[in-house]
């Protein structure tokens, strides 16, 4: 069980070991286990009933929506479909030390099987040591299409990307801060254009003035503990990389106009709207980030949900 290394340093139930995170029976169970309290959570709209396998960006989003449709909608929800996720496959990195974590990616039964509105769900399961439950920290709805072919060691496990990686046109640790200075100011330049991108700041502009209400934007990077950015190495020398950001919309009314409140805004609000009103979300995002100097950062996925807000 301990064991001293050259340098001496201790290695403890072998977290120094280059390991696979799971096997991929332990990566099926996870899975299992994820659907089964999903399910129960989305039939009850109990956060309770799923709080130990969420943690991160779907965590966060995942709570704050159980919570605010409970409050709407005391008696459960009545339009309660069962979520299957089949047709599974796992990317297991190898890797030493914790935090230890795999992608699953399935079929779901919340599209149509072909065509091109077939999708893929990318769930990422995290821990941080051997007695934790694994919890999904982000999901990412992808076209079957934009799946990327993960790189393989030769026994068939993936290939971790590290947070500082300089093989990448950005290190995963850094696209959270540059994903949100470029929605500020459009800086920097390297995100390609698309729906999360250029097609957002175009929505944000033709919102931040409209009559009788103005609407001002701030986004952060959320990049530590288990909303840490994580990647795993593609075939082609990129990397599928998932990271977290929070964004906060701050709606300013004109004298005499009110601020109409969806339901569930109110439910998960402080304070009375006068003239404000503050919205704080999270978002995970899934982006194709290519090799060194091979091209721009394409964000092919974020599920975004509202966490808290706030009347003045």
């Not at 959570?41 to 159980?66: E, H, M």
């Not at 990448?168 to 949100?180: F, H, I, M, S």
């Not at 470029?182 to 800086?187: E, I, K, V």
């Amino acid at each position: 069980m301990l064991s001293l290394t050259a340098s001496g340093c201790v290695t403890v139930h072998g977290e120094r070991a280059v390991v696979p995170s799971a096997t991929k029976a332990e990566a099926a169970q996870a899975l299992a286990d994820f659907t089964d309290a999903y399910n129960k959570a989305d039939k009850a709209f109990d956060p309770a009933l799923d709080a130990g396998r969420v943690t991160g960006a779907l965590g966060a989003i995942n709570q704050a929506g159980l919570k605010a449709r409970r409050t709407n909608n005391p008696g459960g929800n009545p339009d309660h479909q069962p979520l299957e996720l089949t047709d599974a496959t796992f990317a297991i990195p190898r890797k030493a030390g914790w935090p230890r974590w795999f992608v699953a990616d399935a079929d779901s039964n919340r599209d149509e099987d072909r065509g091109p509105g077939d999708t893929r769900w990318l769930l990422v399961f995290v821990r941080s040591d051997a007695d934790q439950l694994w919890k999904v920290a982000y999901l990412s709805i992808l076209r079957a299409a934009d799946v990327p072919r993960f790189a393989v060691d030769g026994d068939g496990w993936a290939r971790p990307v590290g947070p500082d990686s300089e093989a990448l046109a950005v290190a995963p640790r850094d696209l959270g801060e540059e994903y949100a200075s470029y929605l500020q100011s459009g800086r920097p330049e390297h995100f390609a254009a698309g729906p999360n991108t250029t097609g957002w700041r175009e929505t944000r502009k033709k919102n931040a003035s409209l009559p009788g209400r103005s609407t001002q934007y701030i986004d952060q990077p959320l990049d530590t503990g288990d909303f840490a950015p994580l990647g795993l190495a593609t075939r082609d020398g990129g990397a599928l990389v998932f990271f977290a950001t929070r964004h906060f919309e701050r709606q300013t009314a004109a004298p005499g106009v009110e601020l109409a409140v969806d339901p569930d805004v109110r439910a998960l609000m402080s304070g009375e709207v006068k003239t404000t009103l503050t919205k704080e979300r999270v978002s995970g995002q899934a982006a194709m980030v290519p090799a060194a100097r091979g091209g721009k950062v394409r964000v092919l996925n974020r599920l975004q949900g509202l966490v808290t807000a706030q009347g003045a």
